[in-house]
């Protein structure tokens, strides 16, 4: 499979009839296909690869990748993401996600969903550890002591060469120790605290403040990084 997601600036309009081998009937009704749309549609057709965002139907404000910072607060769709023309069913949607922090840029974040199903590679050679420090107690350290003598006075007669002997060793050792103190169990660390958890949900609140000031009267809201500060202070 192979995804690919860039800025290309390139608008690739709704001419379905013309680029039905790359493109779906859901492009942005009326858009112009700019020369860097014609190029990018052009490629799609050489490499076998389809524009995910124009086979589905969203309302447009779902289609925009960018809103120009102009009087005129052009909106335009020019990102997007491309996928092998054999794998586009298993892409389940593609489209704007307008709710994404977008405070330092221009652009939207775009996301596509792609369902498929992976082989399960079985990991043969993984390393189990015993919980050492259970030898700490005597009466475990004591039974781990006879059970790696016993071990060493069964395999006597099987010495061979020095790797040999240090397979051994090691073979003994490891079951010996995993059969008195059992495997170590791993402890995941927990880095997303509370102070942390905390500090997102005020981050998208002030988010969403944000993005509703102006909807009313037209004004433009003006986000700056003060706005982050208020509530780390």
Known sequence: MLVIMDDFNARVGDDYETWKEVMGKCGIIGEETTDNGLRLLEFCLVHNLSVTSTFFSHKNVHKYTHYSRNKEGTKSQIDHILINRRWRTSVEDTRVYRGADF?????R????KIKIKLKVMKNDNKVVKADVVQLQNPEKRI????????KFASLKDEAGNLEKNWEILKEATTSSALEVCGKKKQNKKRWFNNEVESLVEKKV???HKWQTIGKGDGQTANCSNTTYMEYRE
């Open 103 to 107: 405070m330092n840029t221009d652009h």
């Open 109 to 112: 974040l775009l996301l596509s």
């Open 143 to 150: 039974d781990f002591e006879l059970k790696l003598a016993n």
């Open 205 to 207: 609140k002030l988010f």
